[in-house]
């Protein structure tokens, strides 16, 4: 079986690849094939744009595809940047603009006031249909000033629960083990896992 | 899709149909069959216990079978009862004999050493072999006197991490989403998603 991964992201594919493993499974990515459309993630929710992600490589590639939407949702912010944070503060910033703008934005928020949670959503799609949607979170809280040259994204500023290091700082290992995405992605797997499990028994 | 539970448990027969509710998945029960062996579980580990049971009870219906193993791992107790959970300090003892006991061998430990994990093993198998093996955890402590009336086994001296109430204490509903078997049986509930996903675009 093939699934496509709808991501440019290389951490995403190789947590992917890790995951899935030993199953009779080929992961292709978007670079496999031509011009496959740029899907604008304006959707209201990690689903919507995550199933529309899916729904239309699905529909562009005619294979199974797995994709995901993410954001960082921080307590005194009401929930925000949320859906909106790979865009929040402006389209052209930089990764380390964007967490030294929220850092900023939280420059008089206390301590135990910190908290936030990071969470993912996976659609898995055929061309025919949506097969599953799964999420995955992980609670921790914004640290004061960004710590560790790993991951991208907010993980500089991002402390998980039970860890004194940010996401930047800790192991691929580690953080793909205890990660929002990594939570959902082995959902996804497990799903997967059954689906091919079924094709083997049928075929 | 049918499957059969390997069970006469009925709180775990509720969580495994609410679990898969939406799914074209039969639950049946060993009640549904007759003279279905009786399984030793004499394994030395969980997974060996609950393929066992997965594995004759798949030969003797000719279905698809979800069984489980489980056990309280106490720390001072360096990791017992464990796997011998069930049979531990005796065969013949009922549930409140067998948590009393336990409460006596704590009785010298203070409150920060009272550390405990239930671990549940499930495994998913077909007449021809096993599918898929899943676990799951949850990390609490043994409190001093037992509280509560839910629940079965050792769930009135267990107070999961986070929770100011022991597994008999808390409503099936909140048990039913944070307890070692909730996690193992949401595994097994996504793998056999994607199996019945496939069955049915195969179909």
Redesign the interface.
Known sequence: MEIVLATRNSGKVQELRRLLEGLPITVLFLEDFREIPEVVEDGETYEENAVKKAREVAAATGRMVLADDSGLEVDALQGGPGVHSARWSGEELTDHERYMKLLEKLQDTPEDERGALFRCTIAIA?P?KI??V?QGTCRGSIVSSPQGAGGFGYDPVFMPVGYNHTFAELSPEVKNRISHRARALE?AA??????????L??G
């Open positions: 055929t025919r097969l599953k799964v959902k497990l799903f997967l896992e059954g689906y091919v499990h079924s094709s028994e049928e």
